[in-house]
């Protein structure tokens, strides 16, 4: 007859079979957040002064342009 219930069967309610590359994909996500975030933080706390100048000519210079698209 098949595996569950009859009213499960009916609805399609059941393993998807996509579960765990859902779950690979939600970990390898969070591993590059948290490396971009690590750079990021490194990166401010790196620059010699917090002000509005010096964070806007770091923010334009094209080494930190390419990853603070991936944030």
């Not at 002000?51 to 698209?69: C, F, G, H, N, R």
Request: zero cysteines; a positive charge.
């Amino acid at each position: 007859m098949g595996n569950g219930t009859g009213i499960g069967r009916v609805r399609g309610l059941g393993s998807a079979k996509s579960g765990t590359h859902h779950w690979w994909m939600q970990r390898v996500t969070a591993a590059g957040n948290v490396i971009l975030m690590l750079w990021f933080v490194v990166s401010l706390l790196s620059l010699p002064a917090l002000d509005y100048e010096t964070v806007i000519k770091w923010l334009s210079s094209p080494l930190v342009a390419v990853p603070m698209l991936l944030l």
